[in-house]
């Protein structure tokens, strides 16, 4: 069975920019988590999609939101970058809500510069 | 509250040597306590997971040991190999509709042959 997977793996962006991160989430797995990795805040929910609808958010600002489709894939965008939003983001998925065991993509390598 | 303690932050142990990873919590809602580890350049895997009416579960070299009494929680990894060098992450989730991850900040474990 595949695994997680997120394109695309780098990407390298300007302050102000915008952009859009995909994600597949396992075959059959209907929930997918977003996390931002960086070396200083460490690994921070972002949030999360069941069922197309977000179920659960982190404390980031307005700038990140994400969708959730109807094959359960999901993209995450960032407005206006600032440099501070450069880092390694995470995608998770799980089977239901019900199951606490989820799995990670490689994730995105964002530089904003 | 919602923190959870992860230390120590770096850790070198000799090949074939236990490896012993600690983490604590506040919160007592949390109900699912699983270990991550992750290679660099890539996401973290699930390695093992234990919930809070169990105080030891043991997959092959992984041990995860739970004092729910004392709110800690600890990874050993026995008989250390040079390819158990990565980072290692305690996490925790909550019993609510959330089941967001709270990461630990992480230790760099290395293995020395």
């Known amino acids: 069975k595949a695994g997680v997977t997120q394109t695309p793996r780098y990407l390298i962006k300007t302050r102000g920019q915008q952009v859009t991160l995909s994600c597949s989430p396992i075959s059959g797995h209907r929930s997918v988590s977003w996390y931002q990795q960086t070396p200083g805040q460490g690994l921070q929910f972002l949030f999360e999609?069941?069922?197309?609808?977000?179920?659960n958010k982190g404390n980031f600002p307005g700038r990140f939101s994400g969708r959730q489709f109807s094959n359960s894939r999901s993209e995450m965008n960032v407005s206006t970058l600032e440099l501070g939003d450069s880092a390694l983001y995470l995608c998770a998925s799980r089977l239901n809500r019900g199951y606490n065991e989820q799995f990670f993509g490689p994730g995105t390598r964002l530089t904003v510069l | 509250q919602q923190q959870v303690k992860q230390s120590p932050q770096s850790l070198i142990v000799q090949k074939g040597g236990i490896s012993i990873i600690n983490c604590a919590y506040e919160n007592t809602a949390f109900d699912y306590f699983p270990w991550y580890q992750q290679f660099p350049g890539k996401g973290p895997a699930l390695l093992i997971a234990?919930?809070?009416?169990?105080s030891e579960k043991k997959e092959g070299r992984f041990t995860i040991s739970f004092n729910k009494s004392a709110k800690q929680f600890s990874l050993h990894i026995m008989d250390s190999q040079p390819g158990d060098s990565a980072t290692y992450f305690c996490?925790?989730?909550?019993?609510?509709?959330?089941?967001?991850?709270?990461f630990g900040s992480g230790t760099r474990l290395l293995v020395r042959p």
């Open positions: 999609y069941f069922s197309e609808t977000q179920r």
């Open positions: 996490a925790a989730s909550m019993v609510d509709s959330s089941y967001k991850l709270i």
């Open positions: 234990i919930r809070p009416d169990v």
